[in-house]
């Protein structure tokens, strides 16, 4: 696709539930990041994918987070028993492989946890 | 390990006038630098990078920064900003050749343009 698409946009879920964010990242990009975002708060690195293998998943806060890329493509962020504290813009990136060449993002899906 | 320091949480300054975003990293290896301007509702947009070669460098929209190494900065400056300038900016440090292409943030600036 033309840029990183992010799906839901807003997604908002009761505490304890599961939810997954979708990326679909820049056709040929191999390096994918997904960051999250809190409010007033830079962007925090979560994990990154060099192809289909997590090369970097020291971000990621617990074990219930959790990401896949399967085919080297599209990713999916997983998050098991949600709390109020994971509420953030969680953001995904990609690159052509080293970042030489900037890193691009997508809009981001707002997660809310009620 | 890296990181970014981004000293000003907000900067007020009125249409027309300059500003200087001032953005510090530190770094073990050589770096890669980036600013990233984020609007409101909107996902991160690269204004401008520096990767290797000529120390400064300009985005499309008048903006330029410069790679210090000495002072380890890249702050970010325009001559005469405009009301639609107004959003957050991000300030980004990655390694270069043998460090980490994982970028590490700075919690940004909120630059305010007042008319």
């Known amino acids: 696709g033309a840029g990183v698409s992010q799906t839901p946009s807003n997604k908002v879920t009761e505490k304890g539930k599961y939810v997954e964010l979708r990326c679909d990242p820049i056709?040929?990009?191999?390096?994918l990041y997904w960051y999250r975002q809190s409010l007033g708060q830079g962007p925090e690195f979560l994990i990154y994918f060099q192809g289909t293998g997590a090369a970097d998943d020291s971000g990621l806060p617990n074990d219930r987070f959790f990401a896949v890329r399967p085919e080297g493509s599209v990713s999916t962020l997983k998050i098991q028993r949600t709390e109020r504290g994971d509420s953030a813009v969680y953001l995904c990136?990609?690159?052509?492989?080293?970042?030489?060449?900037?890193?691009?993002f997508g809009s981001g899906t707002r997660l809310t946890v009620v | 390990a890296q990181s970014v320091t981004q000293l000003d949480s907000q900067v007020p300054v009125f249409e027309e006038a300059p500003v200087e975003l001032r953005c510090n990293y530190s770094s073990s290896v050589s770096v890669y630098l980036f600013w990233y301007v984020q609007y409101p509702n909107q996902g991160l947009q690269l204004l401008l990078k520096?990767?290797?070669?000529?120390?400064l460098v300009e985005s499309i929209n008048g903006f330029e920064a410069e790679f210090n190494k000495s002072q380890t900065s890249f702050h970010l400056r325009k001559p005469s900003v405009h009301i639609s300038d107004t959003a957050e900016y991000f300030c980004a440090v990655s390694g270069g050749s043998g460090g980490s292409y994982i970028p590490t943030f700075g919690r940004g600036t909120s630059l305010i343009v007042h008319p």
């Open positions: 990136a990609s690159s052509l492989s080293g970042g030489n060449y900037g890193y691009t």
């Open positions: 520096y990767l290797s070669g000529s120390t």
């Open positions: 056709s040929g990009h191999t390096a």
